[in-house]
């Protein structure tokens, strides 16, 4: 039985959300993920798996205060002022693998939550109002890059009566843009240790930029040796890491991680032992990947030989923080954001990515209600054509599976492969 399947067997008895209150169901799903470790391909996800199964532990127990953060504010702060970060966007990965999706976005569209807001923020406030999700202390959110986010997140902390910090993010990248979301984030910081009576440590702040920066770095060795030929892990393997670059920077576990897993990936290269048998095609993935049973990767990767090399939102697109200006520092990394601003600075990252990687084709997921990533795509659309560079915009949706339709979606992958290979 795998984790999912015996976590749903947990959420469908008379228990249901009280299971996830229970200390037993953590250490019984600890339990159950060591006695799998031999079967998991990388060892990485093993590890990256226990621990977020403690993560999830310190939320729903409430071990400490509970932050609830959207996945584009810096995460540094929480784990700085050692609360514990939960975010929704990414917990609703989790609530479509348990299979209570489609219940919970009923529930949104009871609520009169808008079909039209992205599928993310829906299937999170449903599983909140039915308890799925553990309450927050408090709520925090960043304006840019998600409409939805900074509306789902204040109505979530007015639904729970929690104070609610926006960081309000310009579209400029200026020296004034600058000392302006730096005094926000310190402003932000110190009330959110005031209000929750959180004590300041200055040391364990800057250790959450310490280990930022050691995630960072692996990263980026990662991604370097992804830019190598033959490809030696698969891009539905590599989507599996994704959860740290968006919850888990600034947390040692993050950079425990990484680093186990450019340790077998370079041993894997070093062996060649290839992602796939025959390397036919290499790939840049855009945006998300849906989260349900699908066979996007299988008819790429393992069929055609197609291989995923480079995730967007596996790129490292800041420069090292700076511990003795942490305020300031992380400014600048939220303002580096590839996707703030105007659409030429997305087109220069995705071409620069193409070239370090390779790649002779570039998928962009198109996400029901993301209006951020799909707004420019004509522009993207028409660099990459003067570059010759085949590209497919896929419509669907991360999280909702009813959107699905698969003789729909081979049928425009193998369109898409004809031309490429």
Known sequence: MDIYQLLRSYLESTLRQRALKSPWTYRLLKQAAAAQKRHYPWQAAHRLLLNTIDQAAAAFLQKRPV???NVFFPTEVLYGLGAVPFAPEAAAVVATGLGIAGRALQRAEGDWVSSEACSFHRLAHGCDREG????P??????????????QSLAATAAYHGVPFYLLDVPHQQDAAALEYVARQLKSITFSLAETLNLEWDGDRFQEALVNSNAARERLLAINRLRQQRPACIRGEEAHSFIYLILAGFGASTSVEVYGELLTELAQRYRDQRRAVPEEKARLVWLHLRPYYPNAIFQILEQEAGAVVV???????YWEPLDPERPFYSLAR?????HGL????RRIEAILAMVDAYQAGGVIHFAHWGCRQSTAGLRLLQDALRERGIPFLNLEGDCVDQSKYAPGAVRTRLEGFLEMLL
Request: overall charge negative; proline content about 11%; aromatic content about 10%.
């Open 132 to 135: 799925y999700f553990p309450p």
């Open 310 to 316: 480079c995730e967007e939102m596996n790129y490292v």
């Open 333 to 337: 990394k939220v303002l580096s954001h």
């Open 341 to 344: 601003g105007p659409m030429t």
């Open 67 to 69: 932050i609830w953060h």
């Open 137 to 150: 202390a408090a709520v925090v959110c960043s304006s840019h890059l998600c409409d939805t986010a900074p």
